[in-house]
């Protein structure tokens, strides 16, 4: 059965860092473009990051670029978000999903049960 | 960047039919995929593409797209279909981010 199950999460104070992970199951990891989405409390859905199937392709929302590093490691089935100068509108539950596609159709076909991320003082 | 726009809350009766809409620029260029959230859950893809419903998703949920507007129809909707409802598509920017809609809480009366 296909998985992925995320990690890392916590309270962490402004500024500060954190590193979130996911591990994948089930499919053959190397073969996906893989994401970050996140949700703060009460909001909507929130596109963060992605990265292409051998890492050679790598986006970020304008609202974490600079802040945030996303990464891979397809020998362990894993995906990886190193957070830093968190801020408290970083505050959220944090899901892995993974991309499936082509052309003009593309669709989150798989995301984790997600991961809480408290920013606060 | 792109937006999408859905309208906040909408309500169907049991058994009933109900249409969400998403509307956006990047929907003339790329189909839509819808998600189904309920509280305290993760996300769960119900539709994508031109006509493409995933395995294990009632056959009650379908979608169709025109120009800048991508909709979901559920047909006959139970009262496990109350949820917040998503649509995302590839920004058309030329950025290759995605874009998810503001979402739409469907209420089953």
């Known amino acids: 059965e296909v998985h992925l199950v995320e990690s890392g999460g916590g309270l962490v104070k402004p500024g500060g860092s954190l590193r979130l992970s996911c591990a994948a199951s089930?499919?053959?990891?190397?073969?996906?473009?893989m994401n970050w989405v996140r949700q703060a409390p009460g909001k909507g859905l929130e596109w963060v990051s992605s990265?292409?199937?051998?890492?050679?392709?790598?986006y970020y929302a304008d609202s974490v670029k600079g802040r945030f590093t996303i990464s891979r490691d397809n020998a362990k089935n894993s995906l990886f978000l190193q957070m830093n100068s968190l801020r408290v509108e970083d505050t959220a539950v944090y899901y892995c999903?993974?991309?499936?596609?082509?052309?003009?159709?593309?669709?989150?076909?798989?995301w984790g049960q997600g991961t809480m991320v408290t920013v606060s003082s | 960047s792109s937006e999408l726009t859905q309208d906040p809350a909408v309500s169907v009766a049991l058994g009933q039919t109900v249409r969400i809409t998403c509307q956006g620029d990047?929907?003339?260029?790329?189909?839509a995929s819808w998600y189904q959230q309920k509280p305290g859950q993760a996300p769960v893809l119900v539709f994508y593409?031109?006509?493409n419903r995933p395995s294990g998703i009632p056959d009650r949920f379908s979608g169709s797209s025109s120009g800048n507007t991508a909709s979901l129809t559920i047909t006959g909707a139970q009262a496990e279909d109350e949820a917040d409802y998503y649509c995302?598509?590839?920004?058309?920017?030329?950025?290759?981010?995605?874009?998810f809609g503001t979402g739409t809480k469907v209420t089953v009366l």
């Open positions: 999903a993974r991309a499936s596609g082509y052309s003009s159709s593309w669709a989150f076909d798989i």
């Open positions: 089930g499919f053959t990891f190397s073969s996906y473009s």
């Open positions: 990265i292409s199937s051998t890492s050679s392709y790598i």
């Open positions: 990047s929907l003339r260029s790329y189909y």
């Open positions: 593409g031109k006509n």
């Open positions: 995302n598509s590839r920004d058309s920017s030329g950025n290759h981010r995605y874009v």
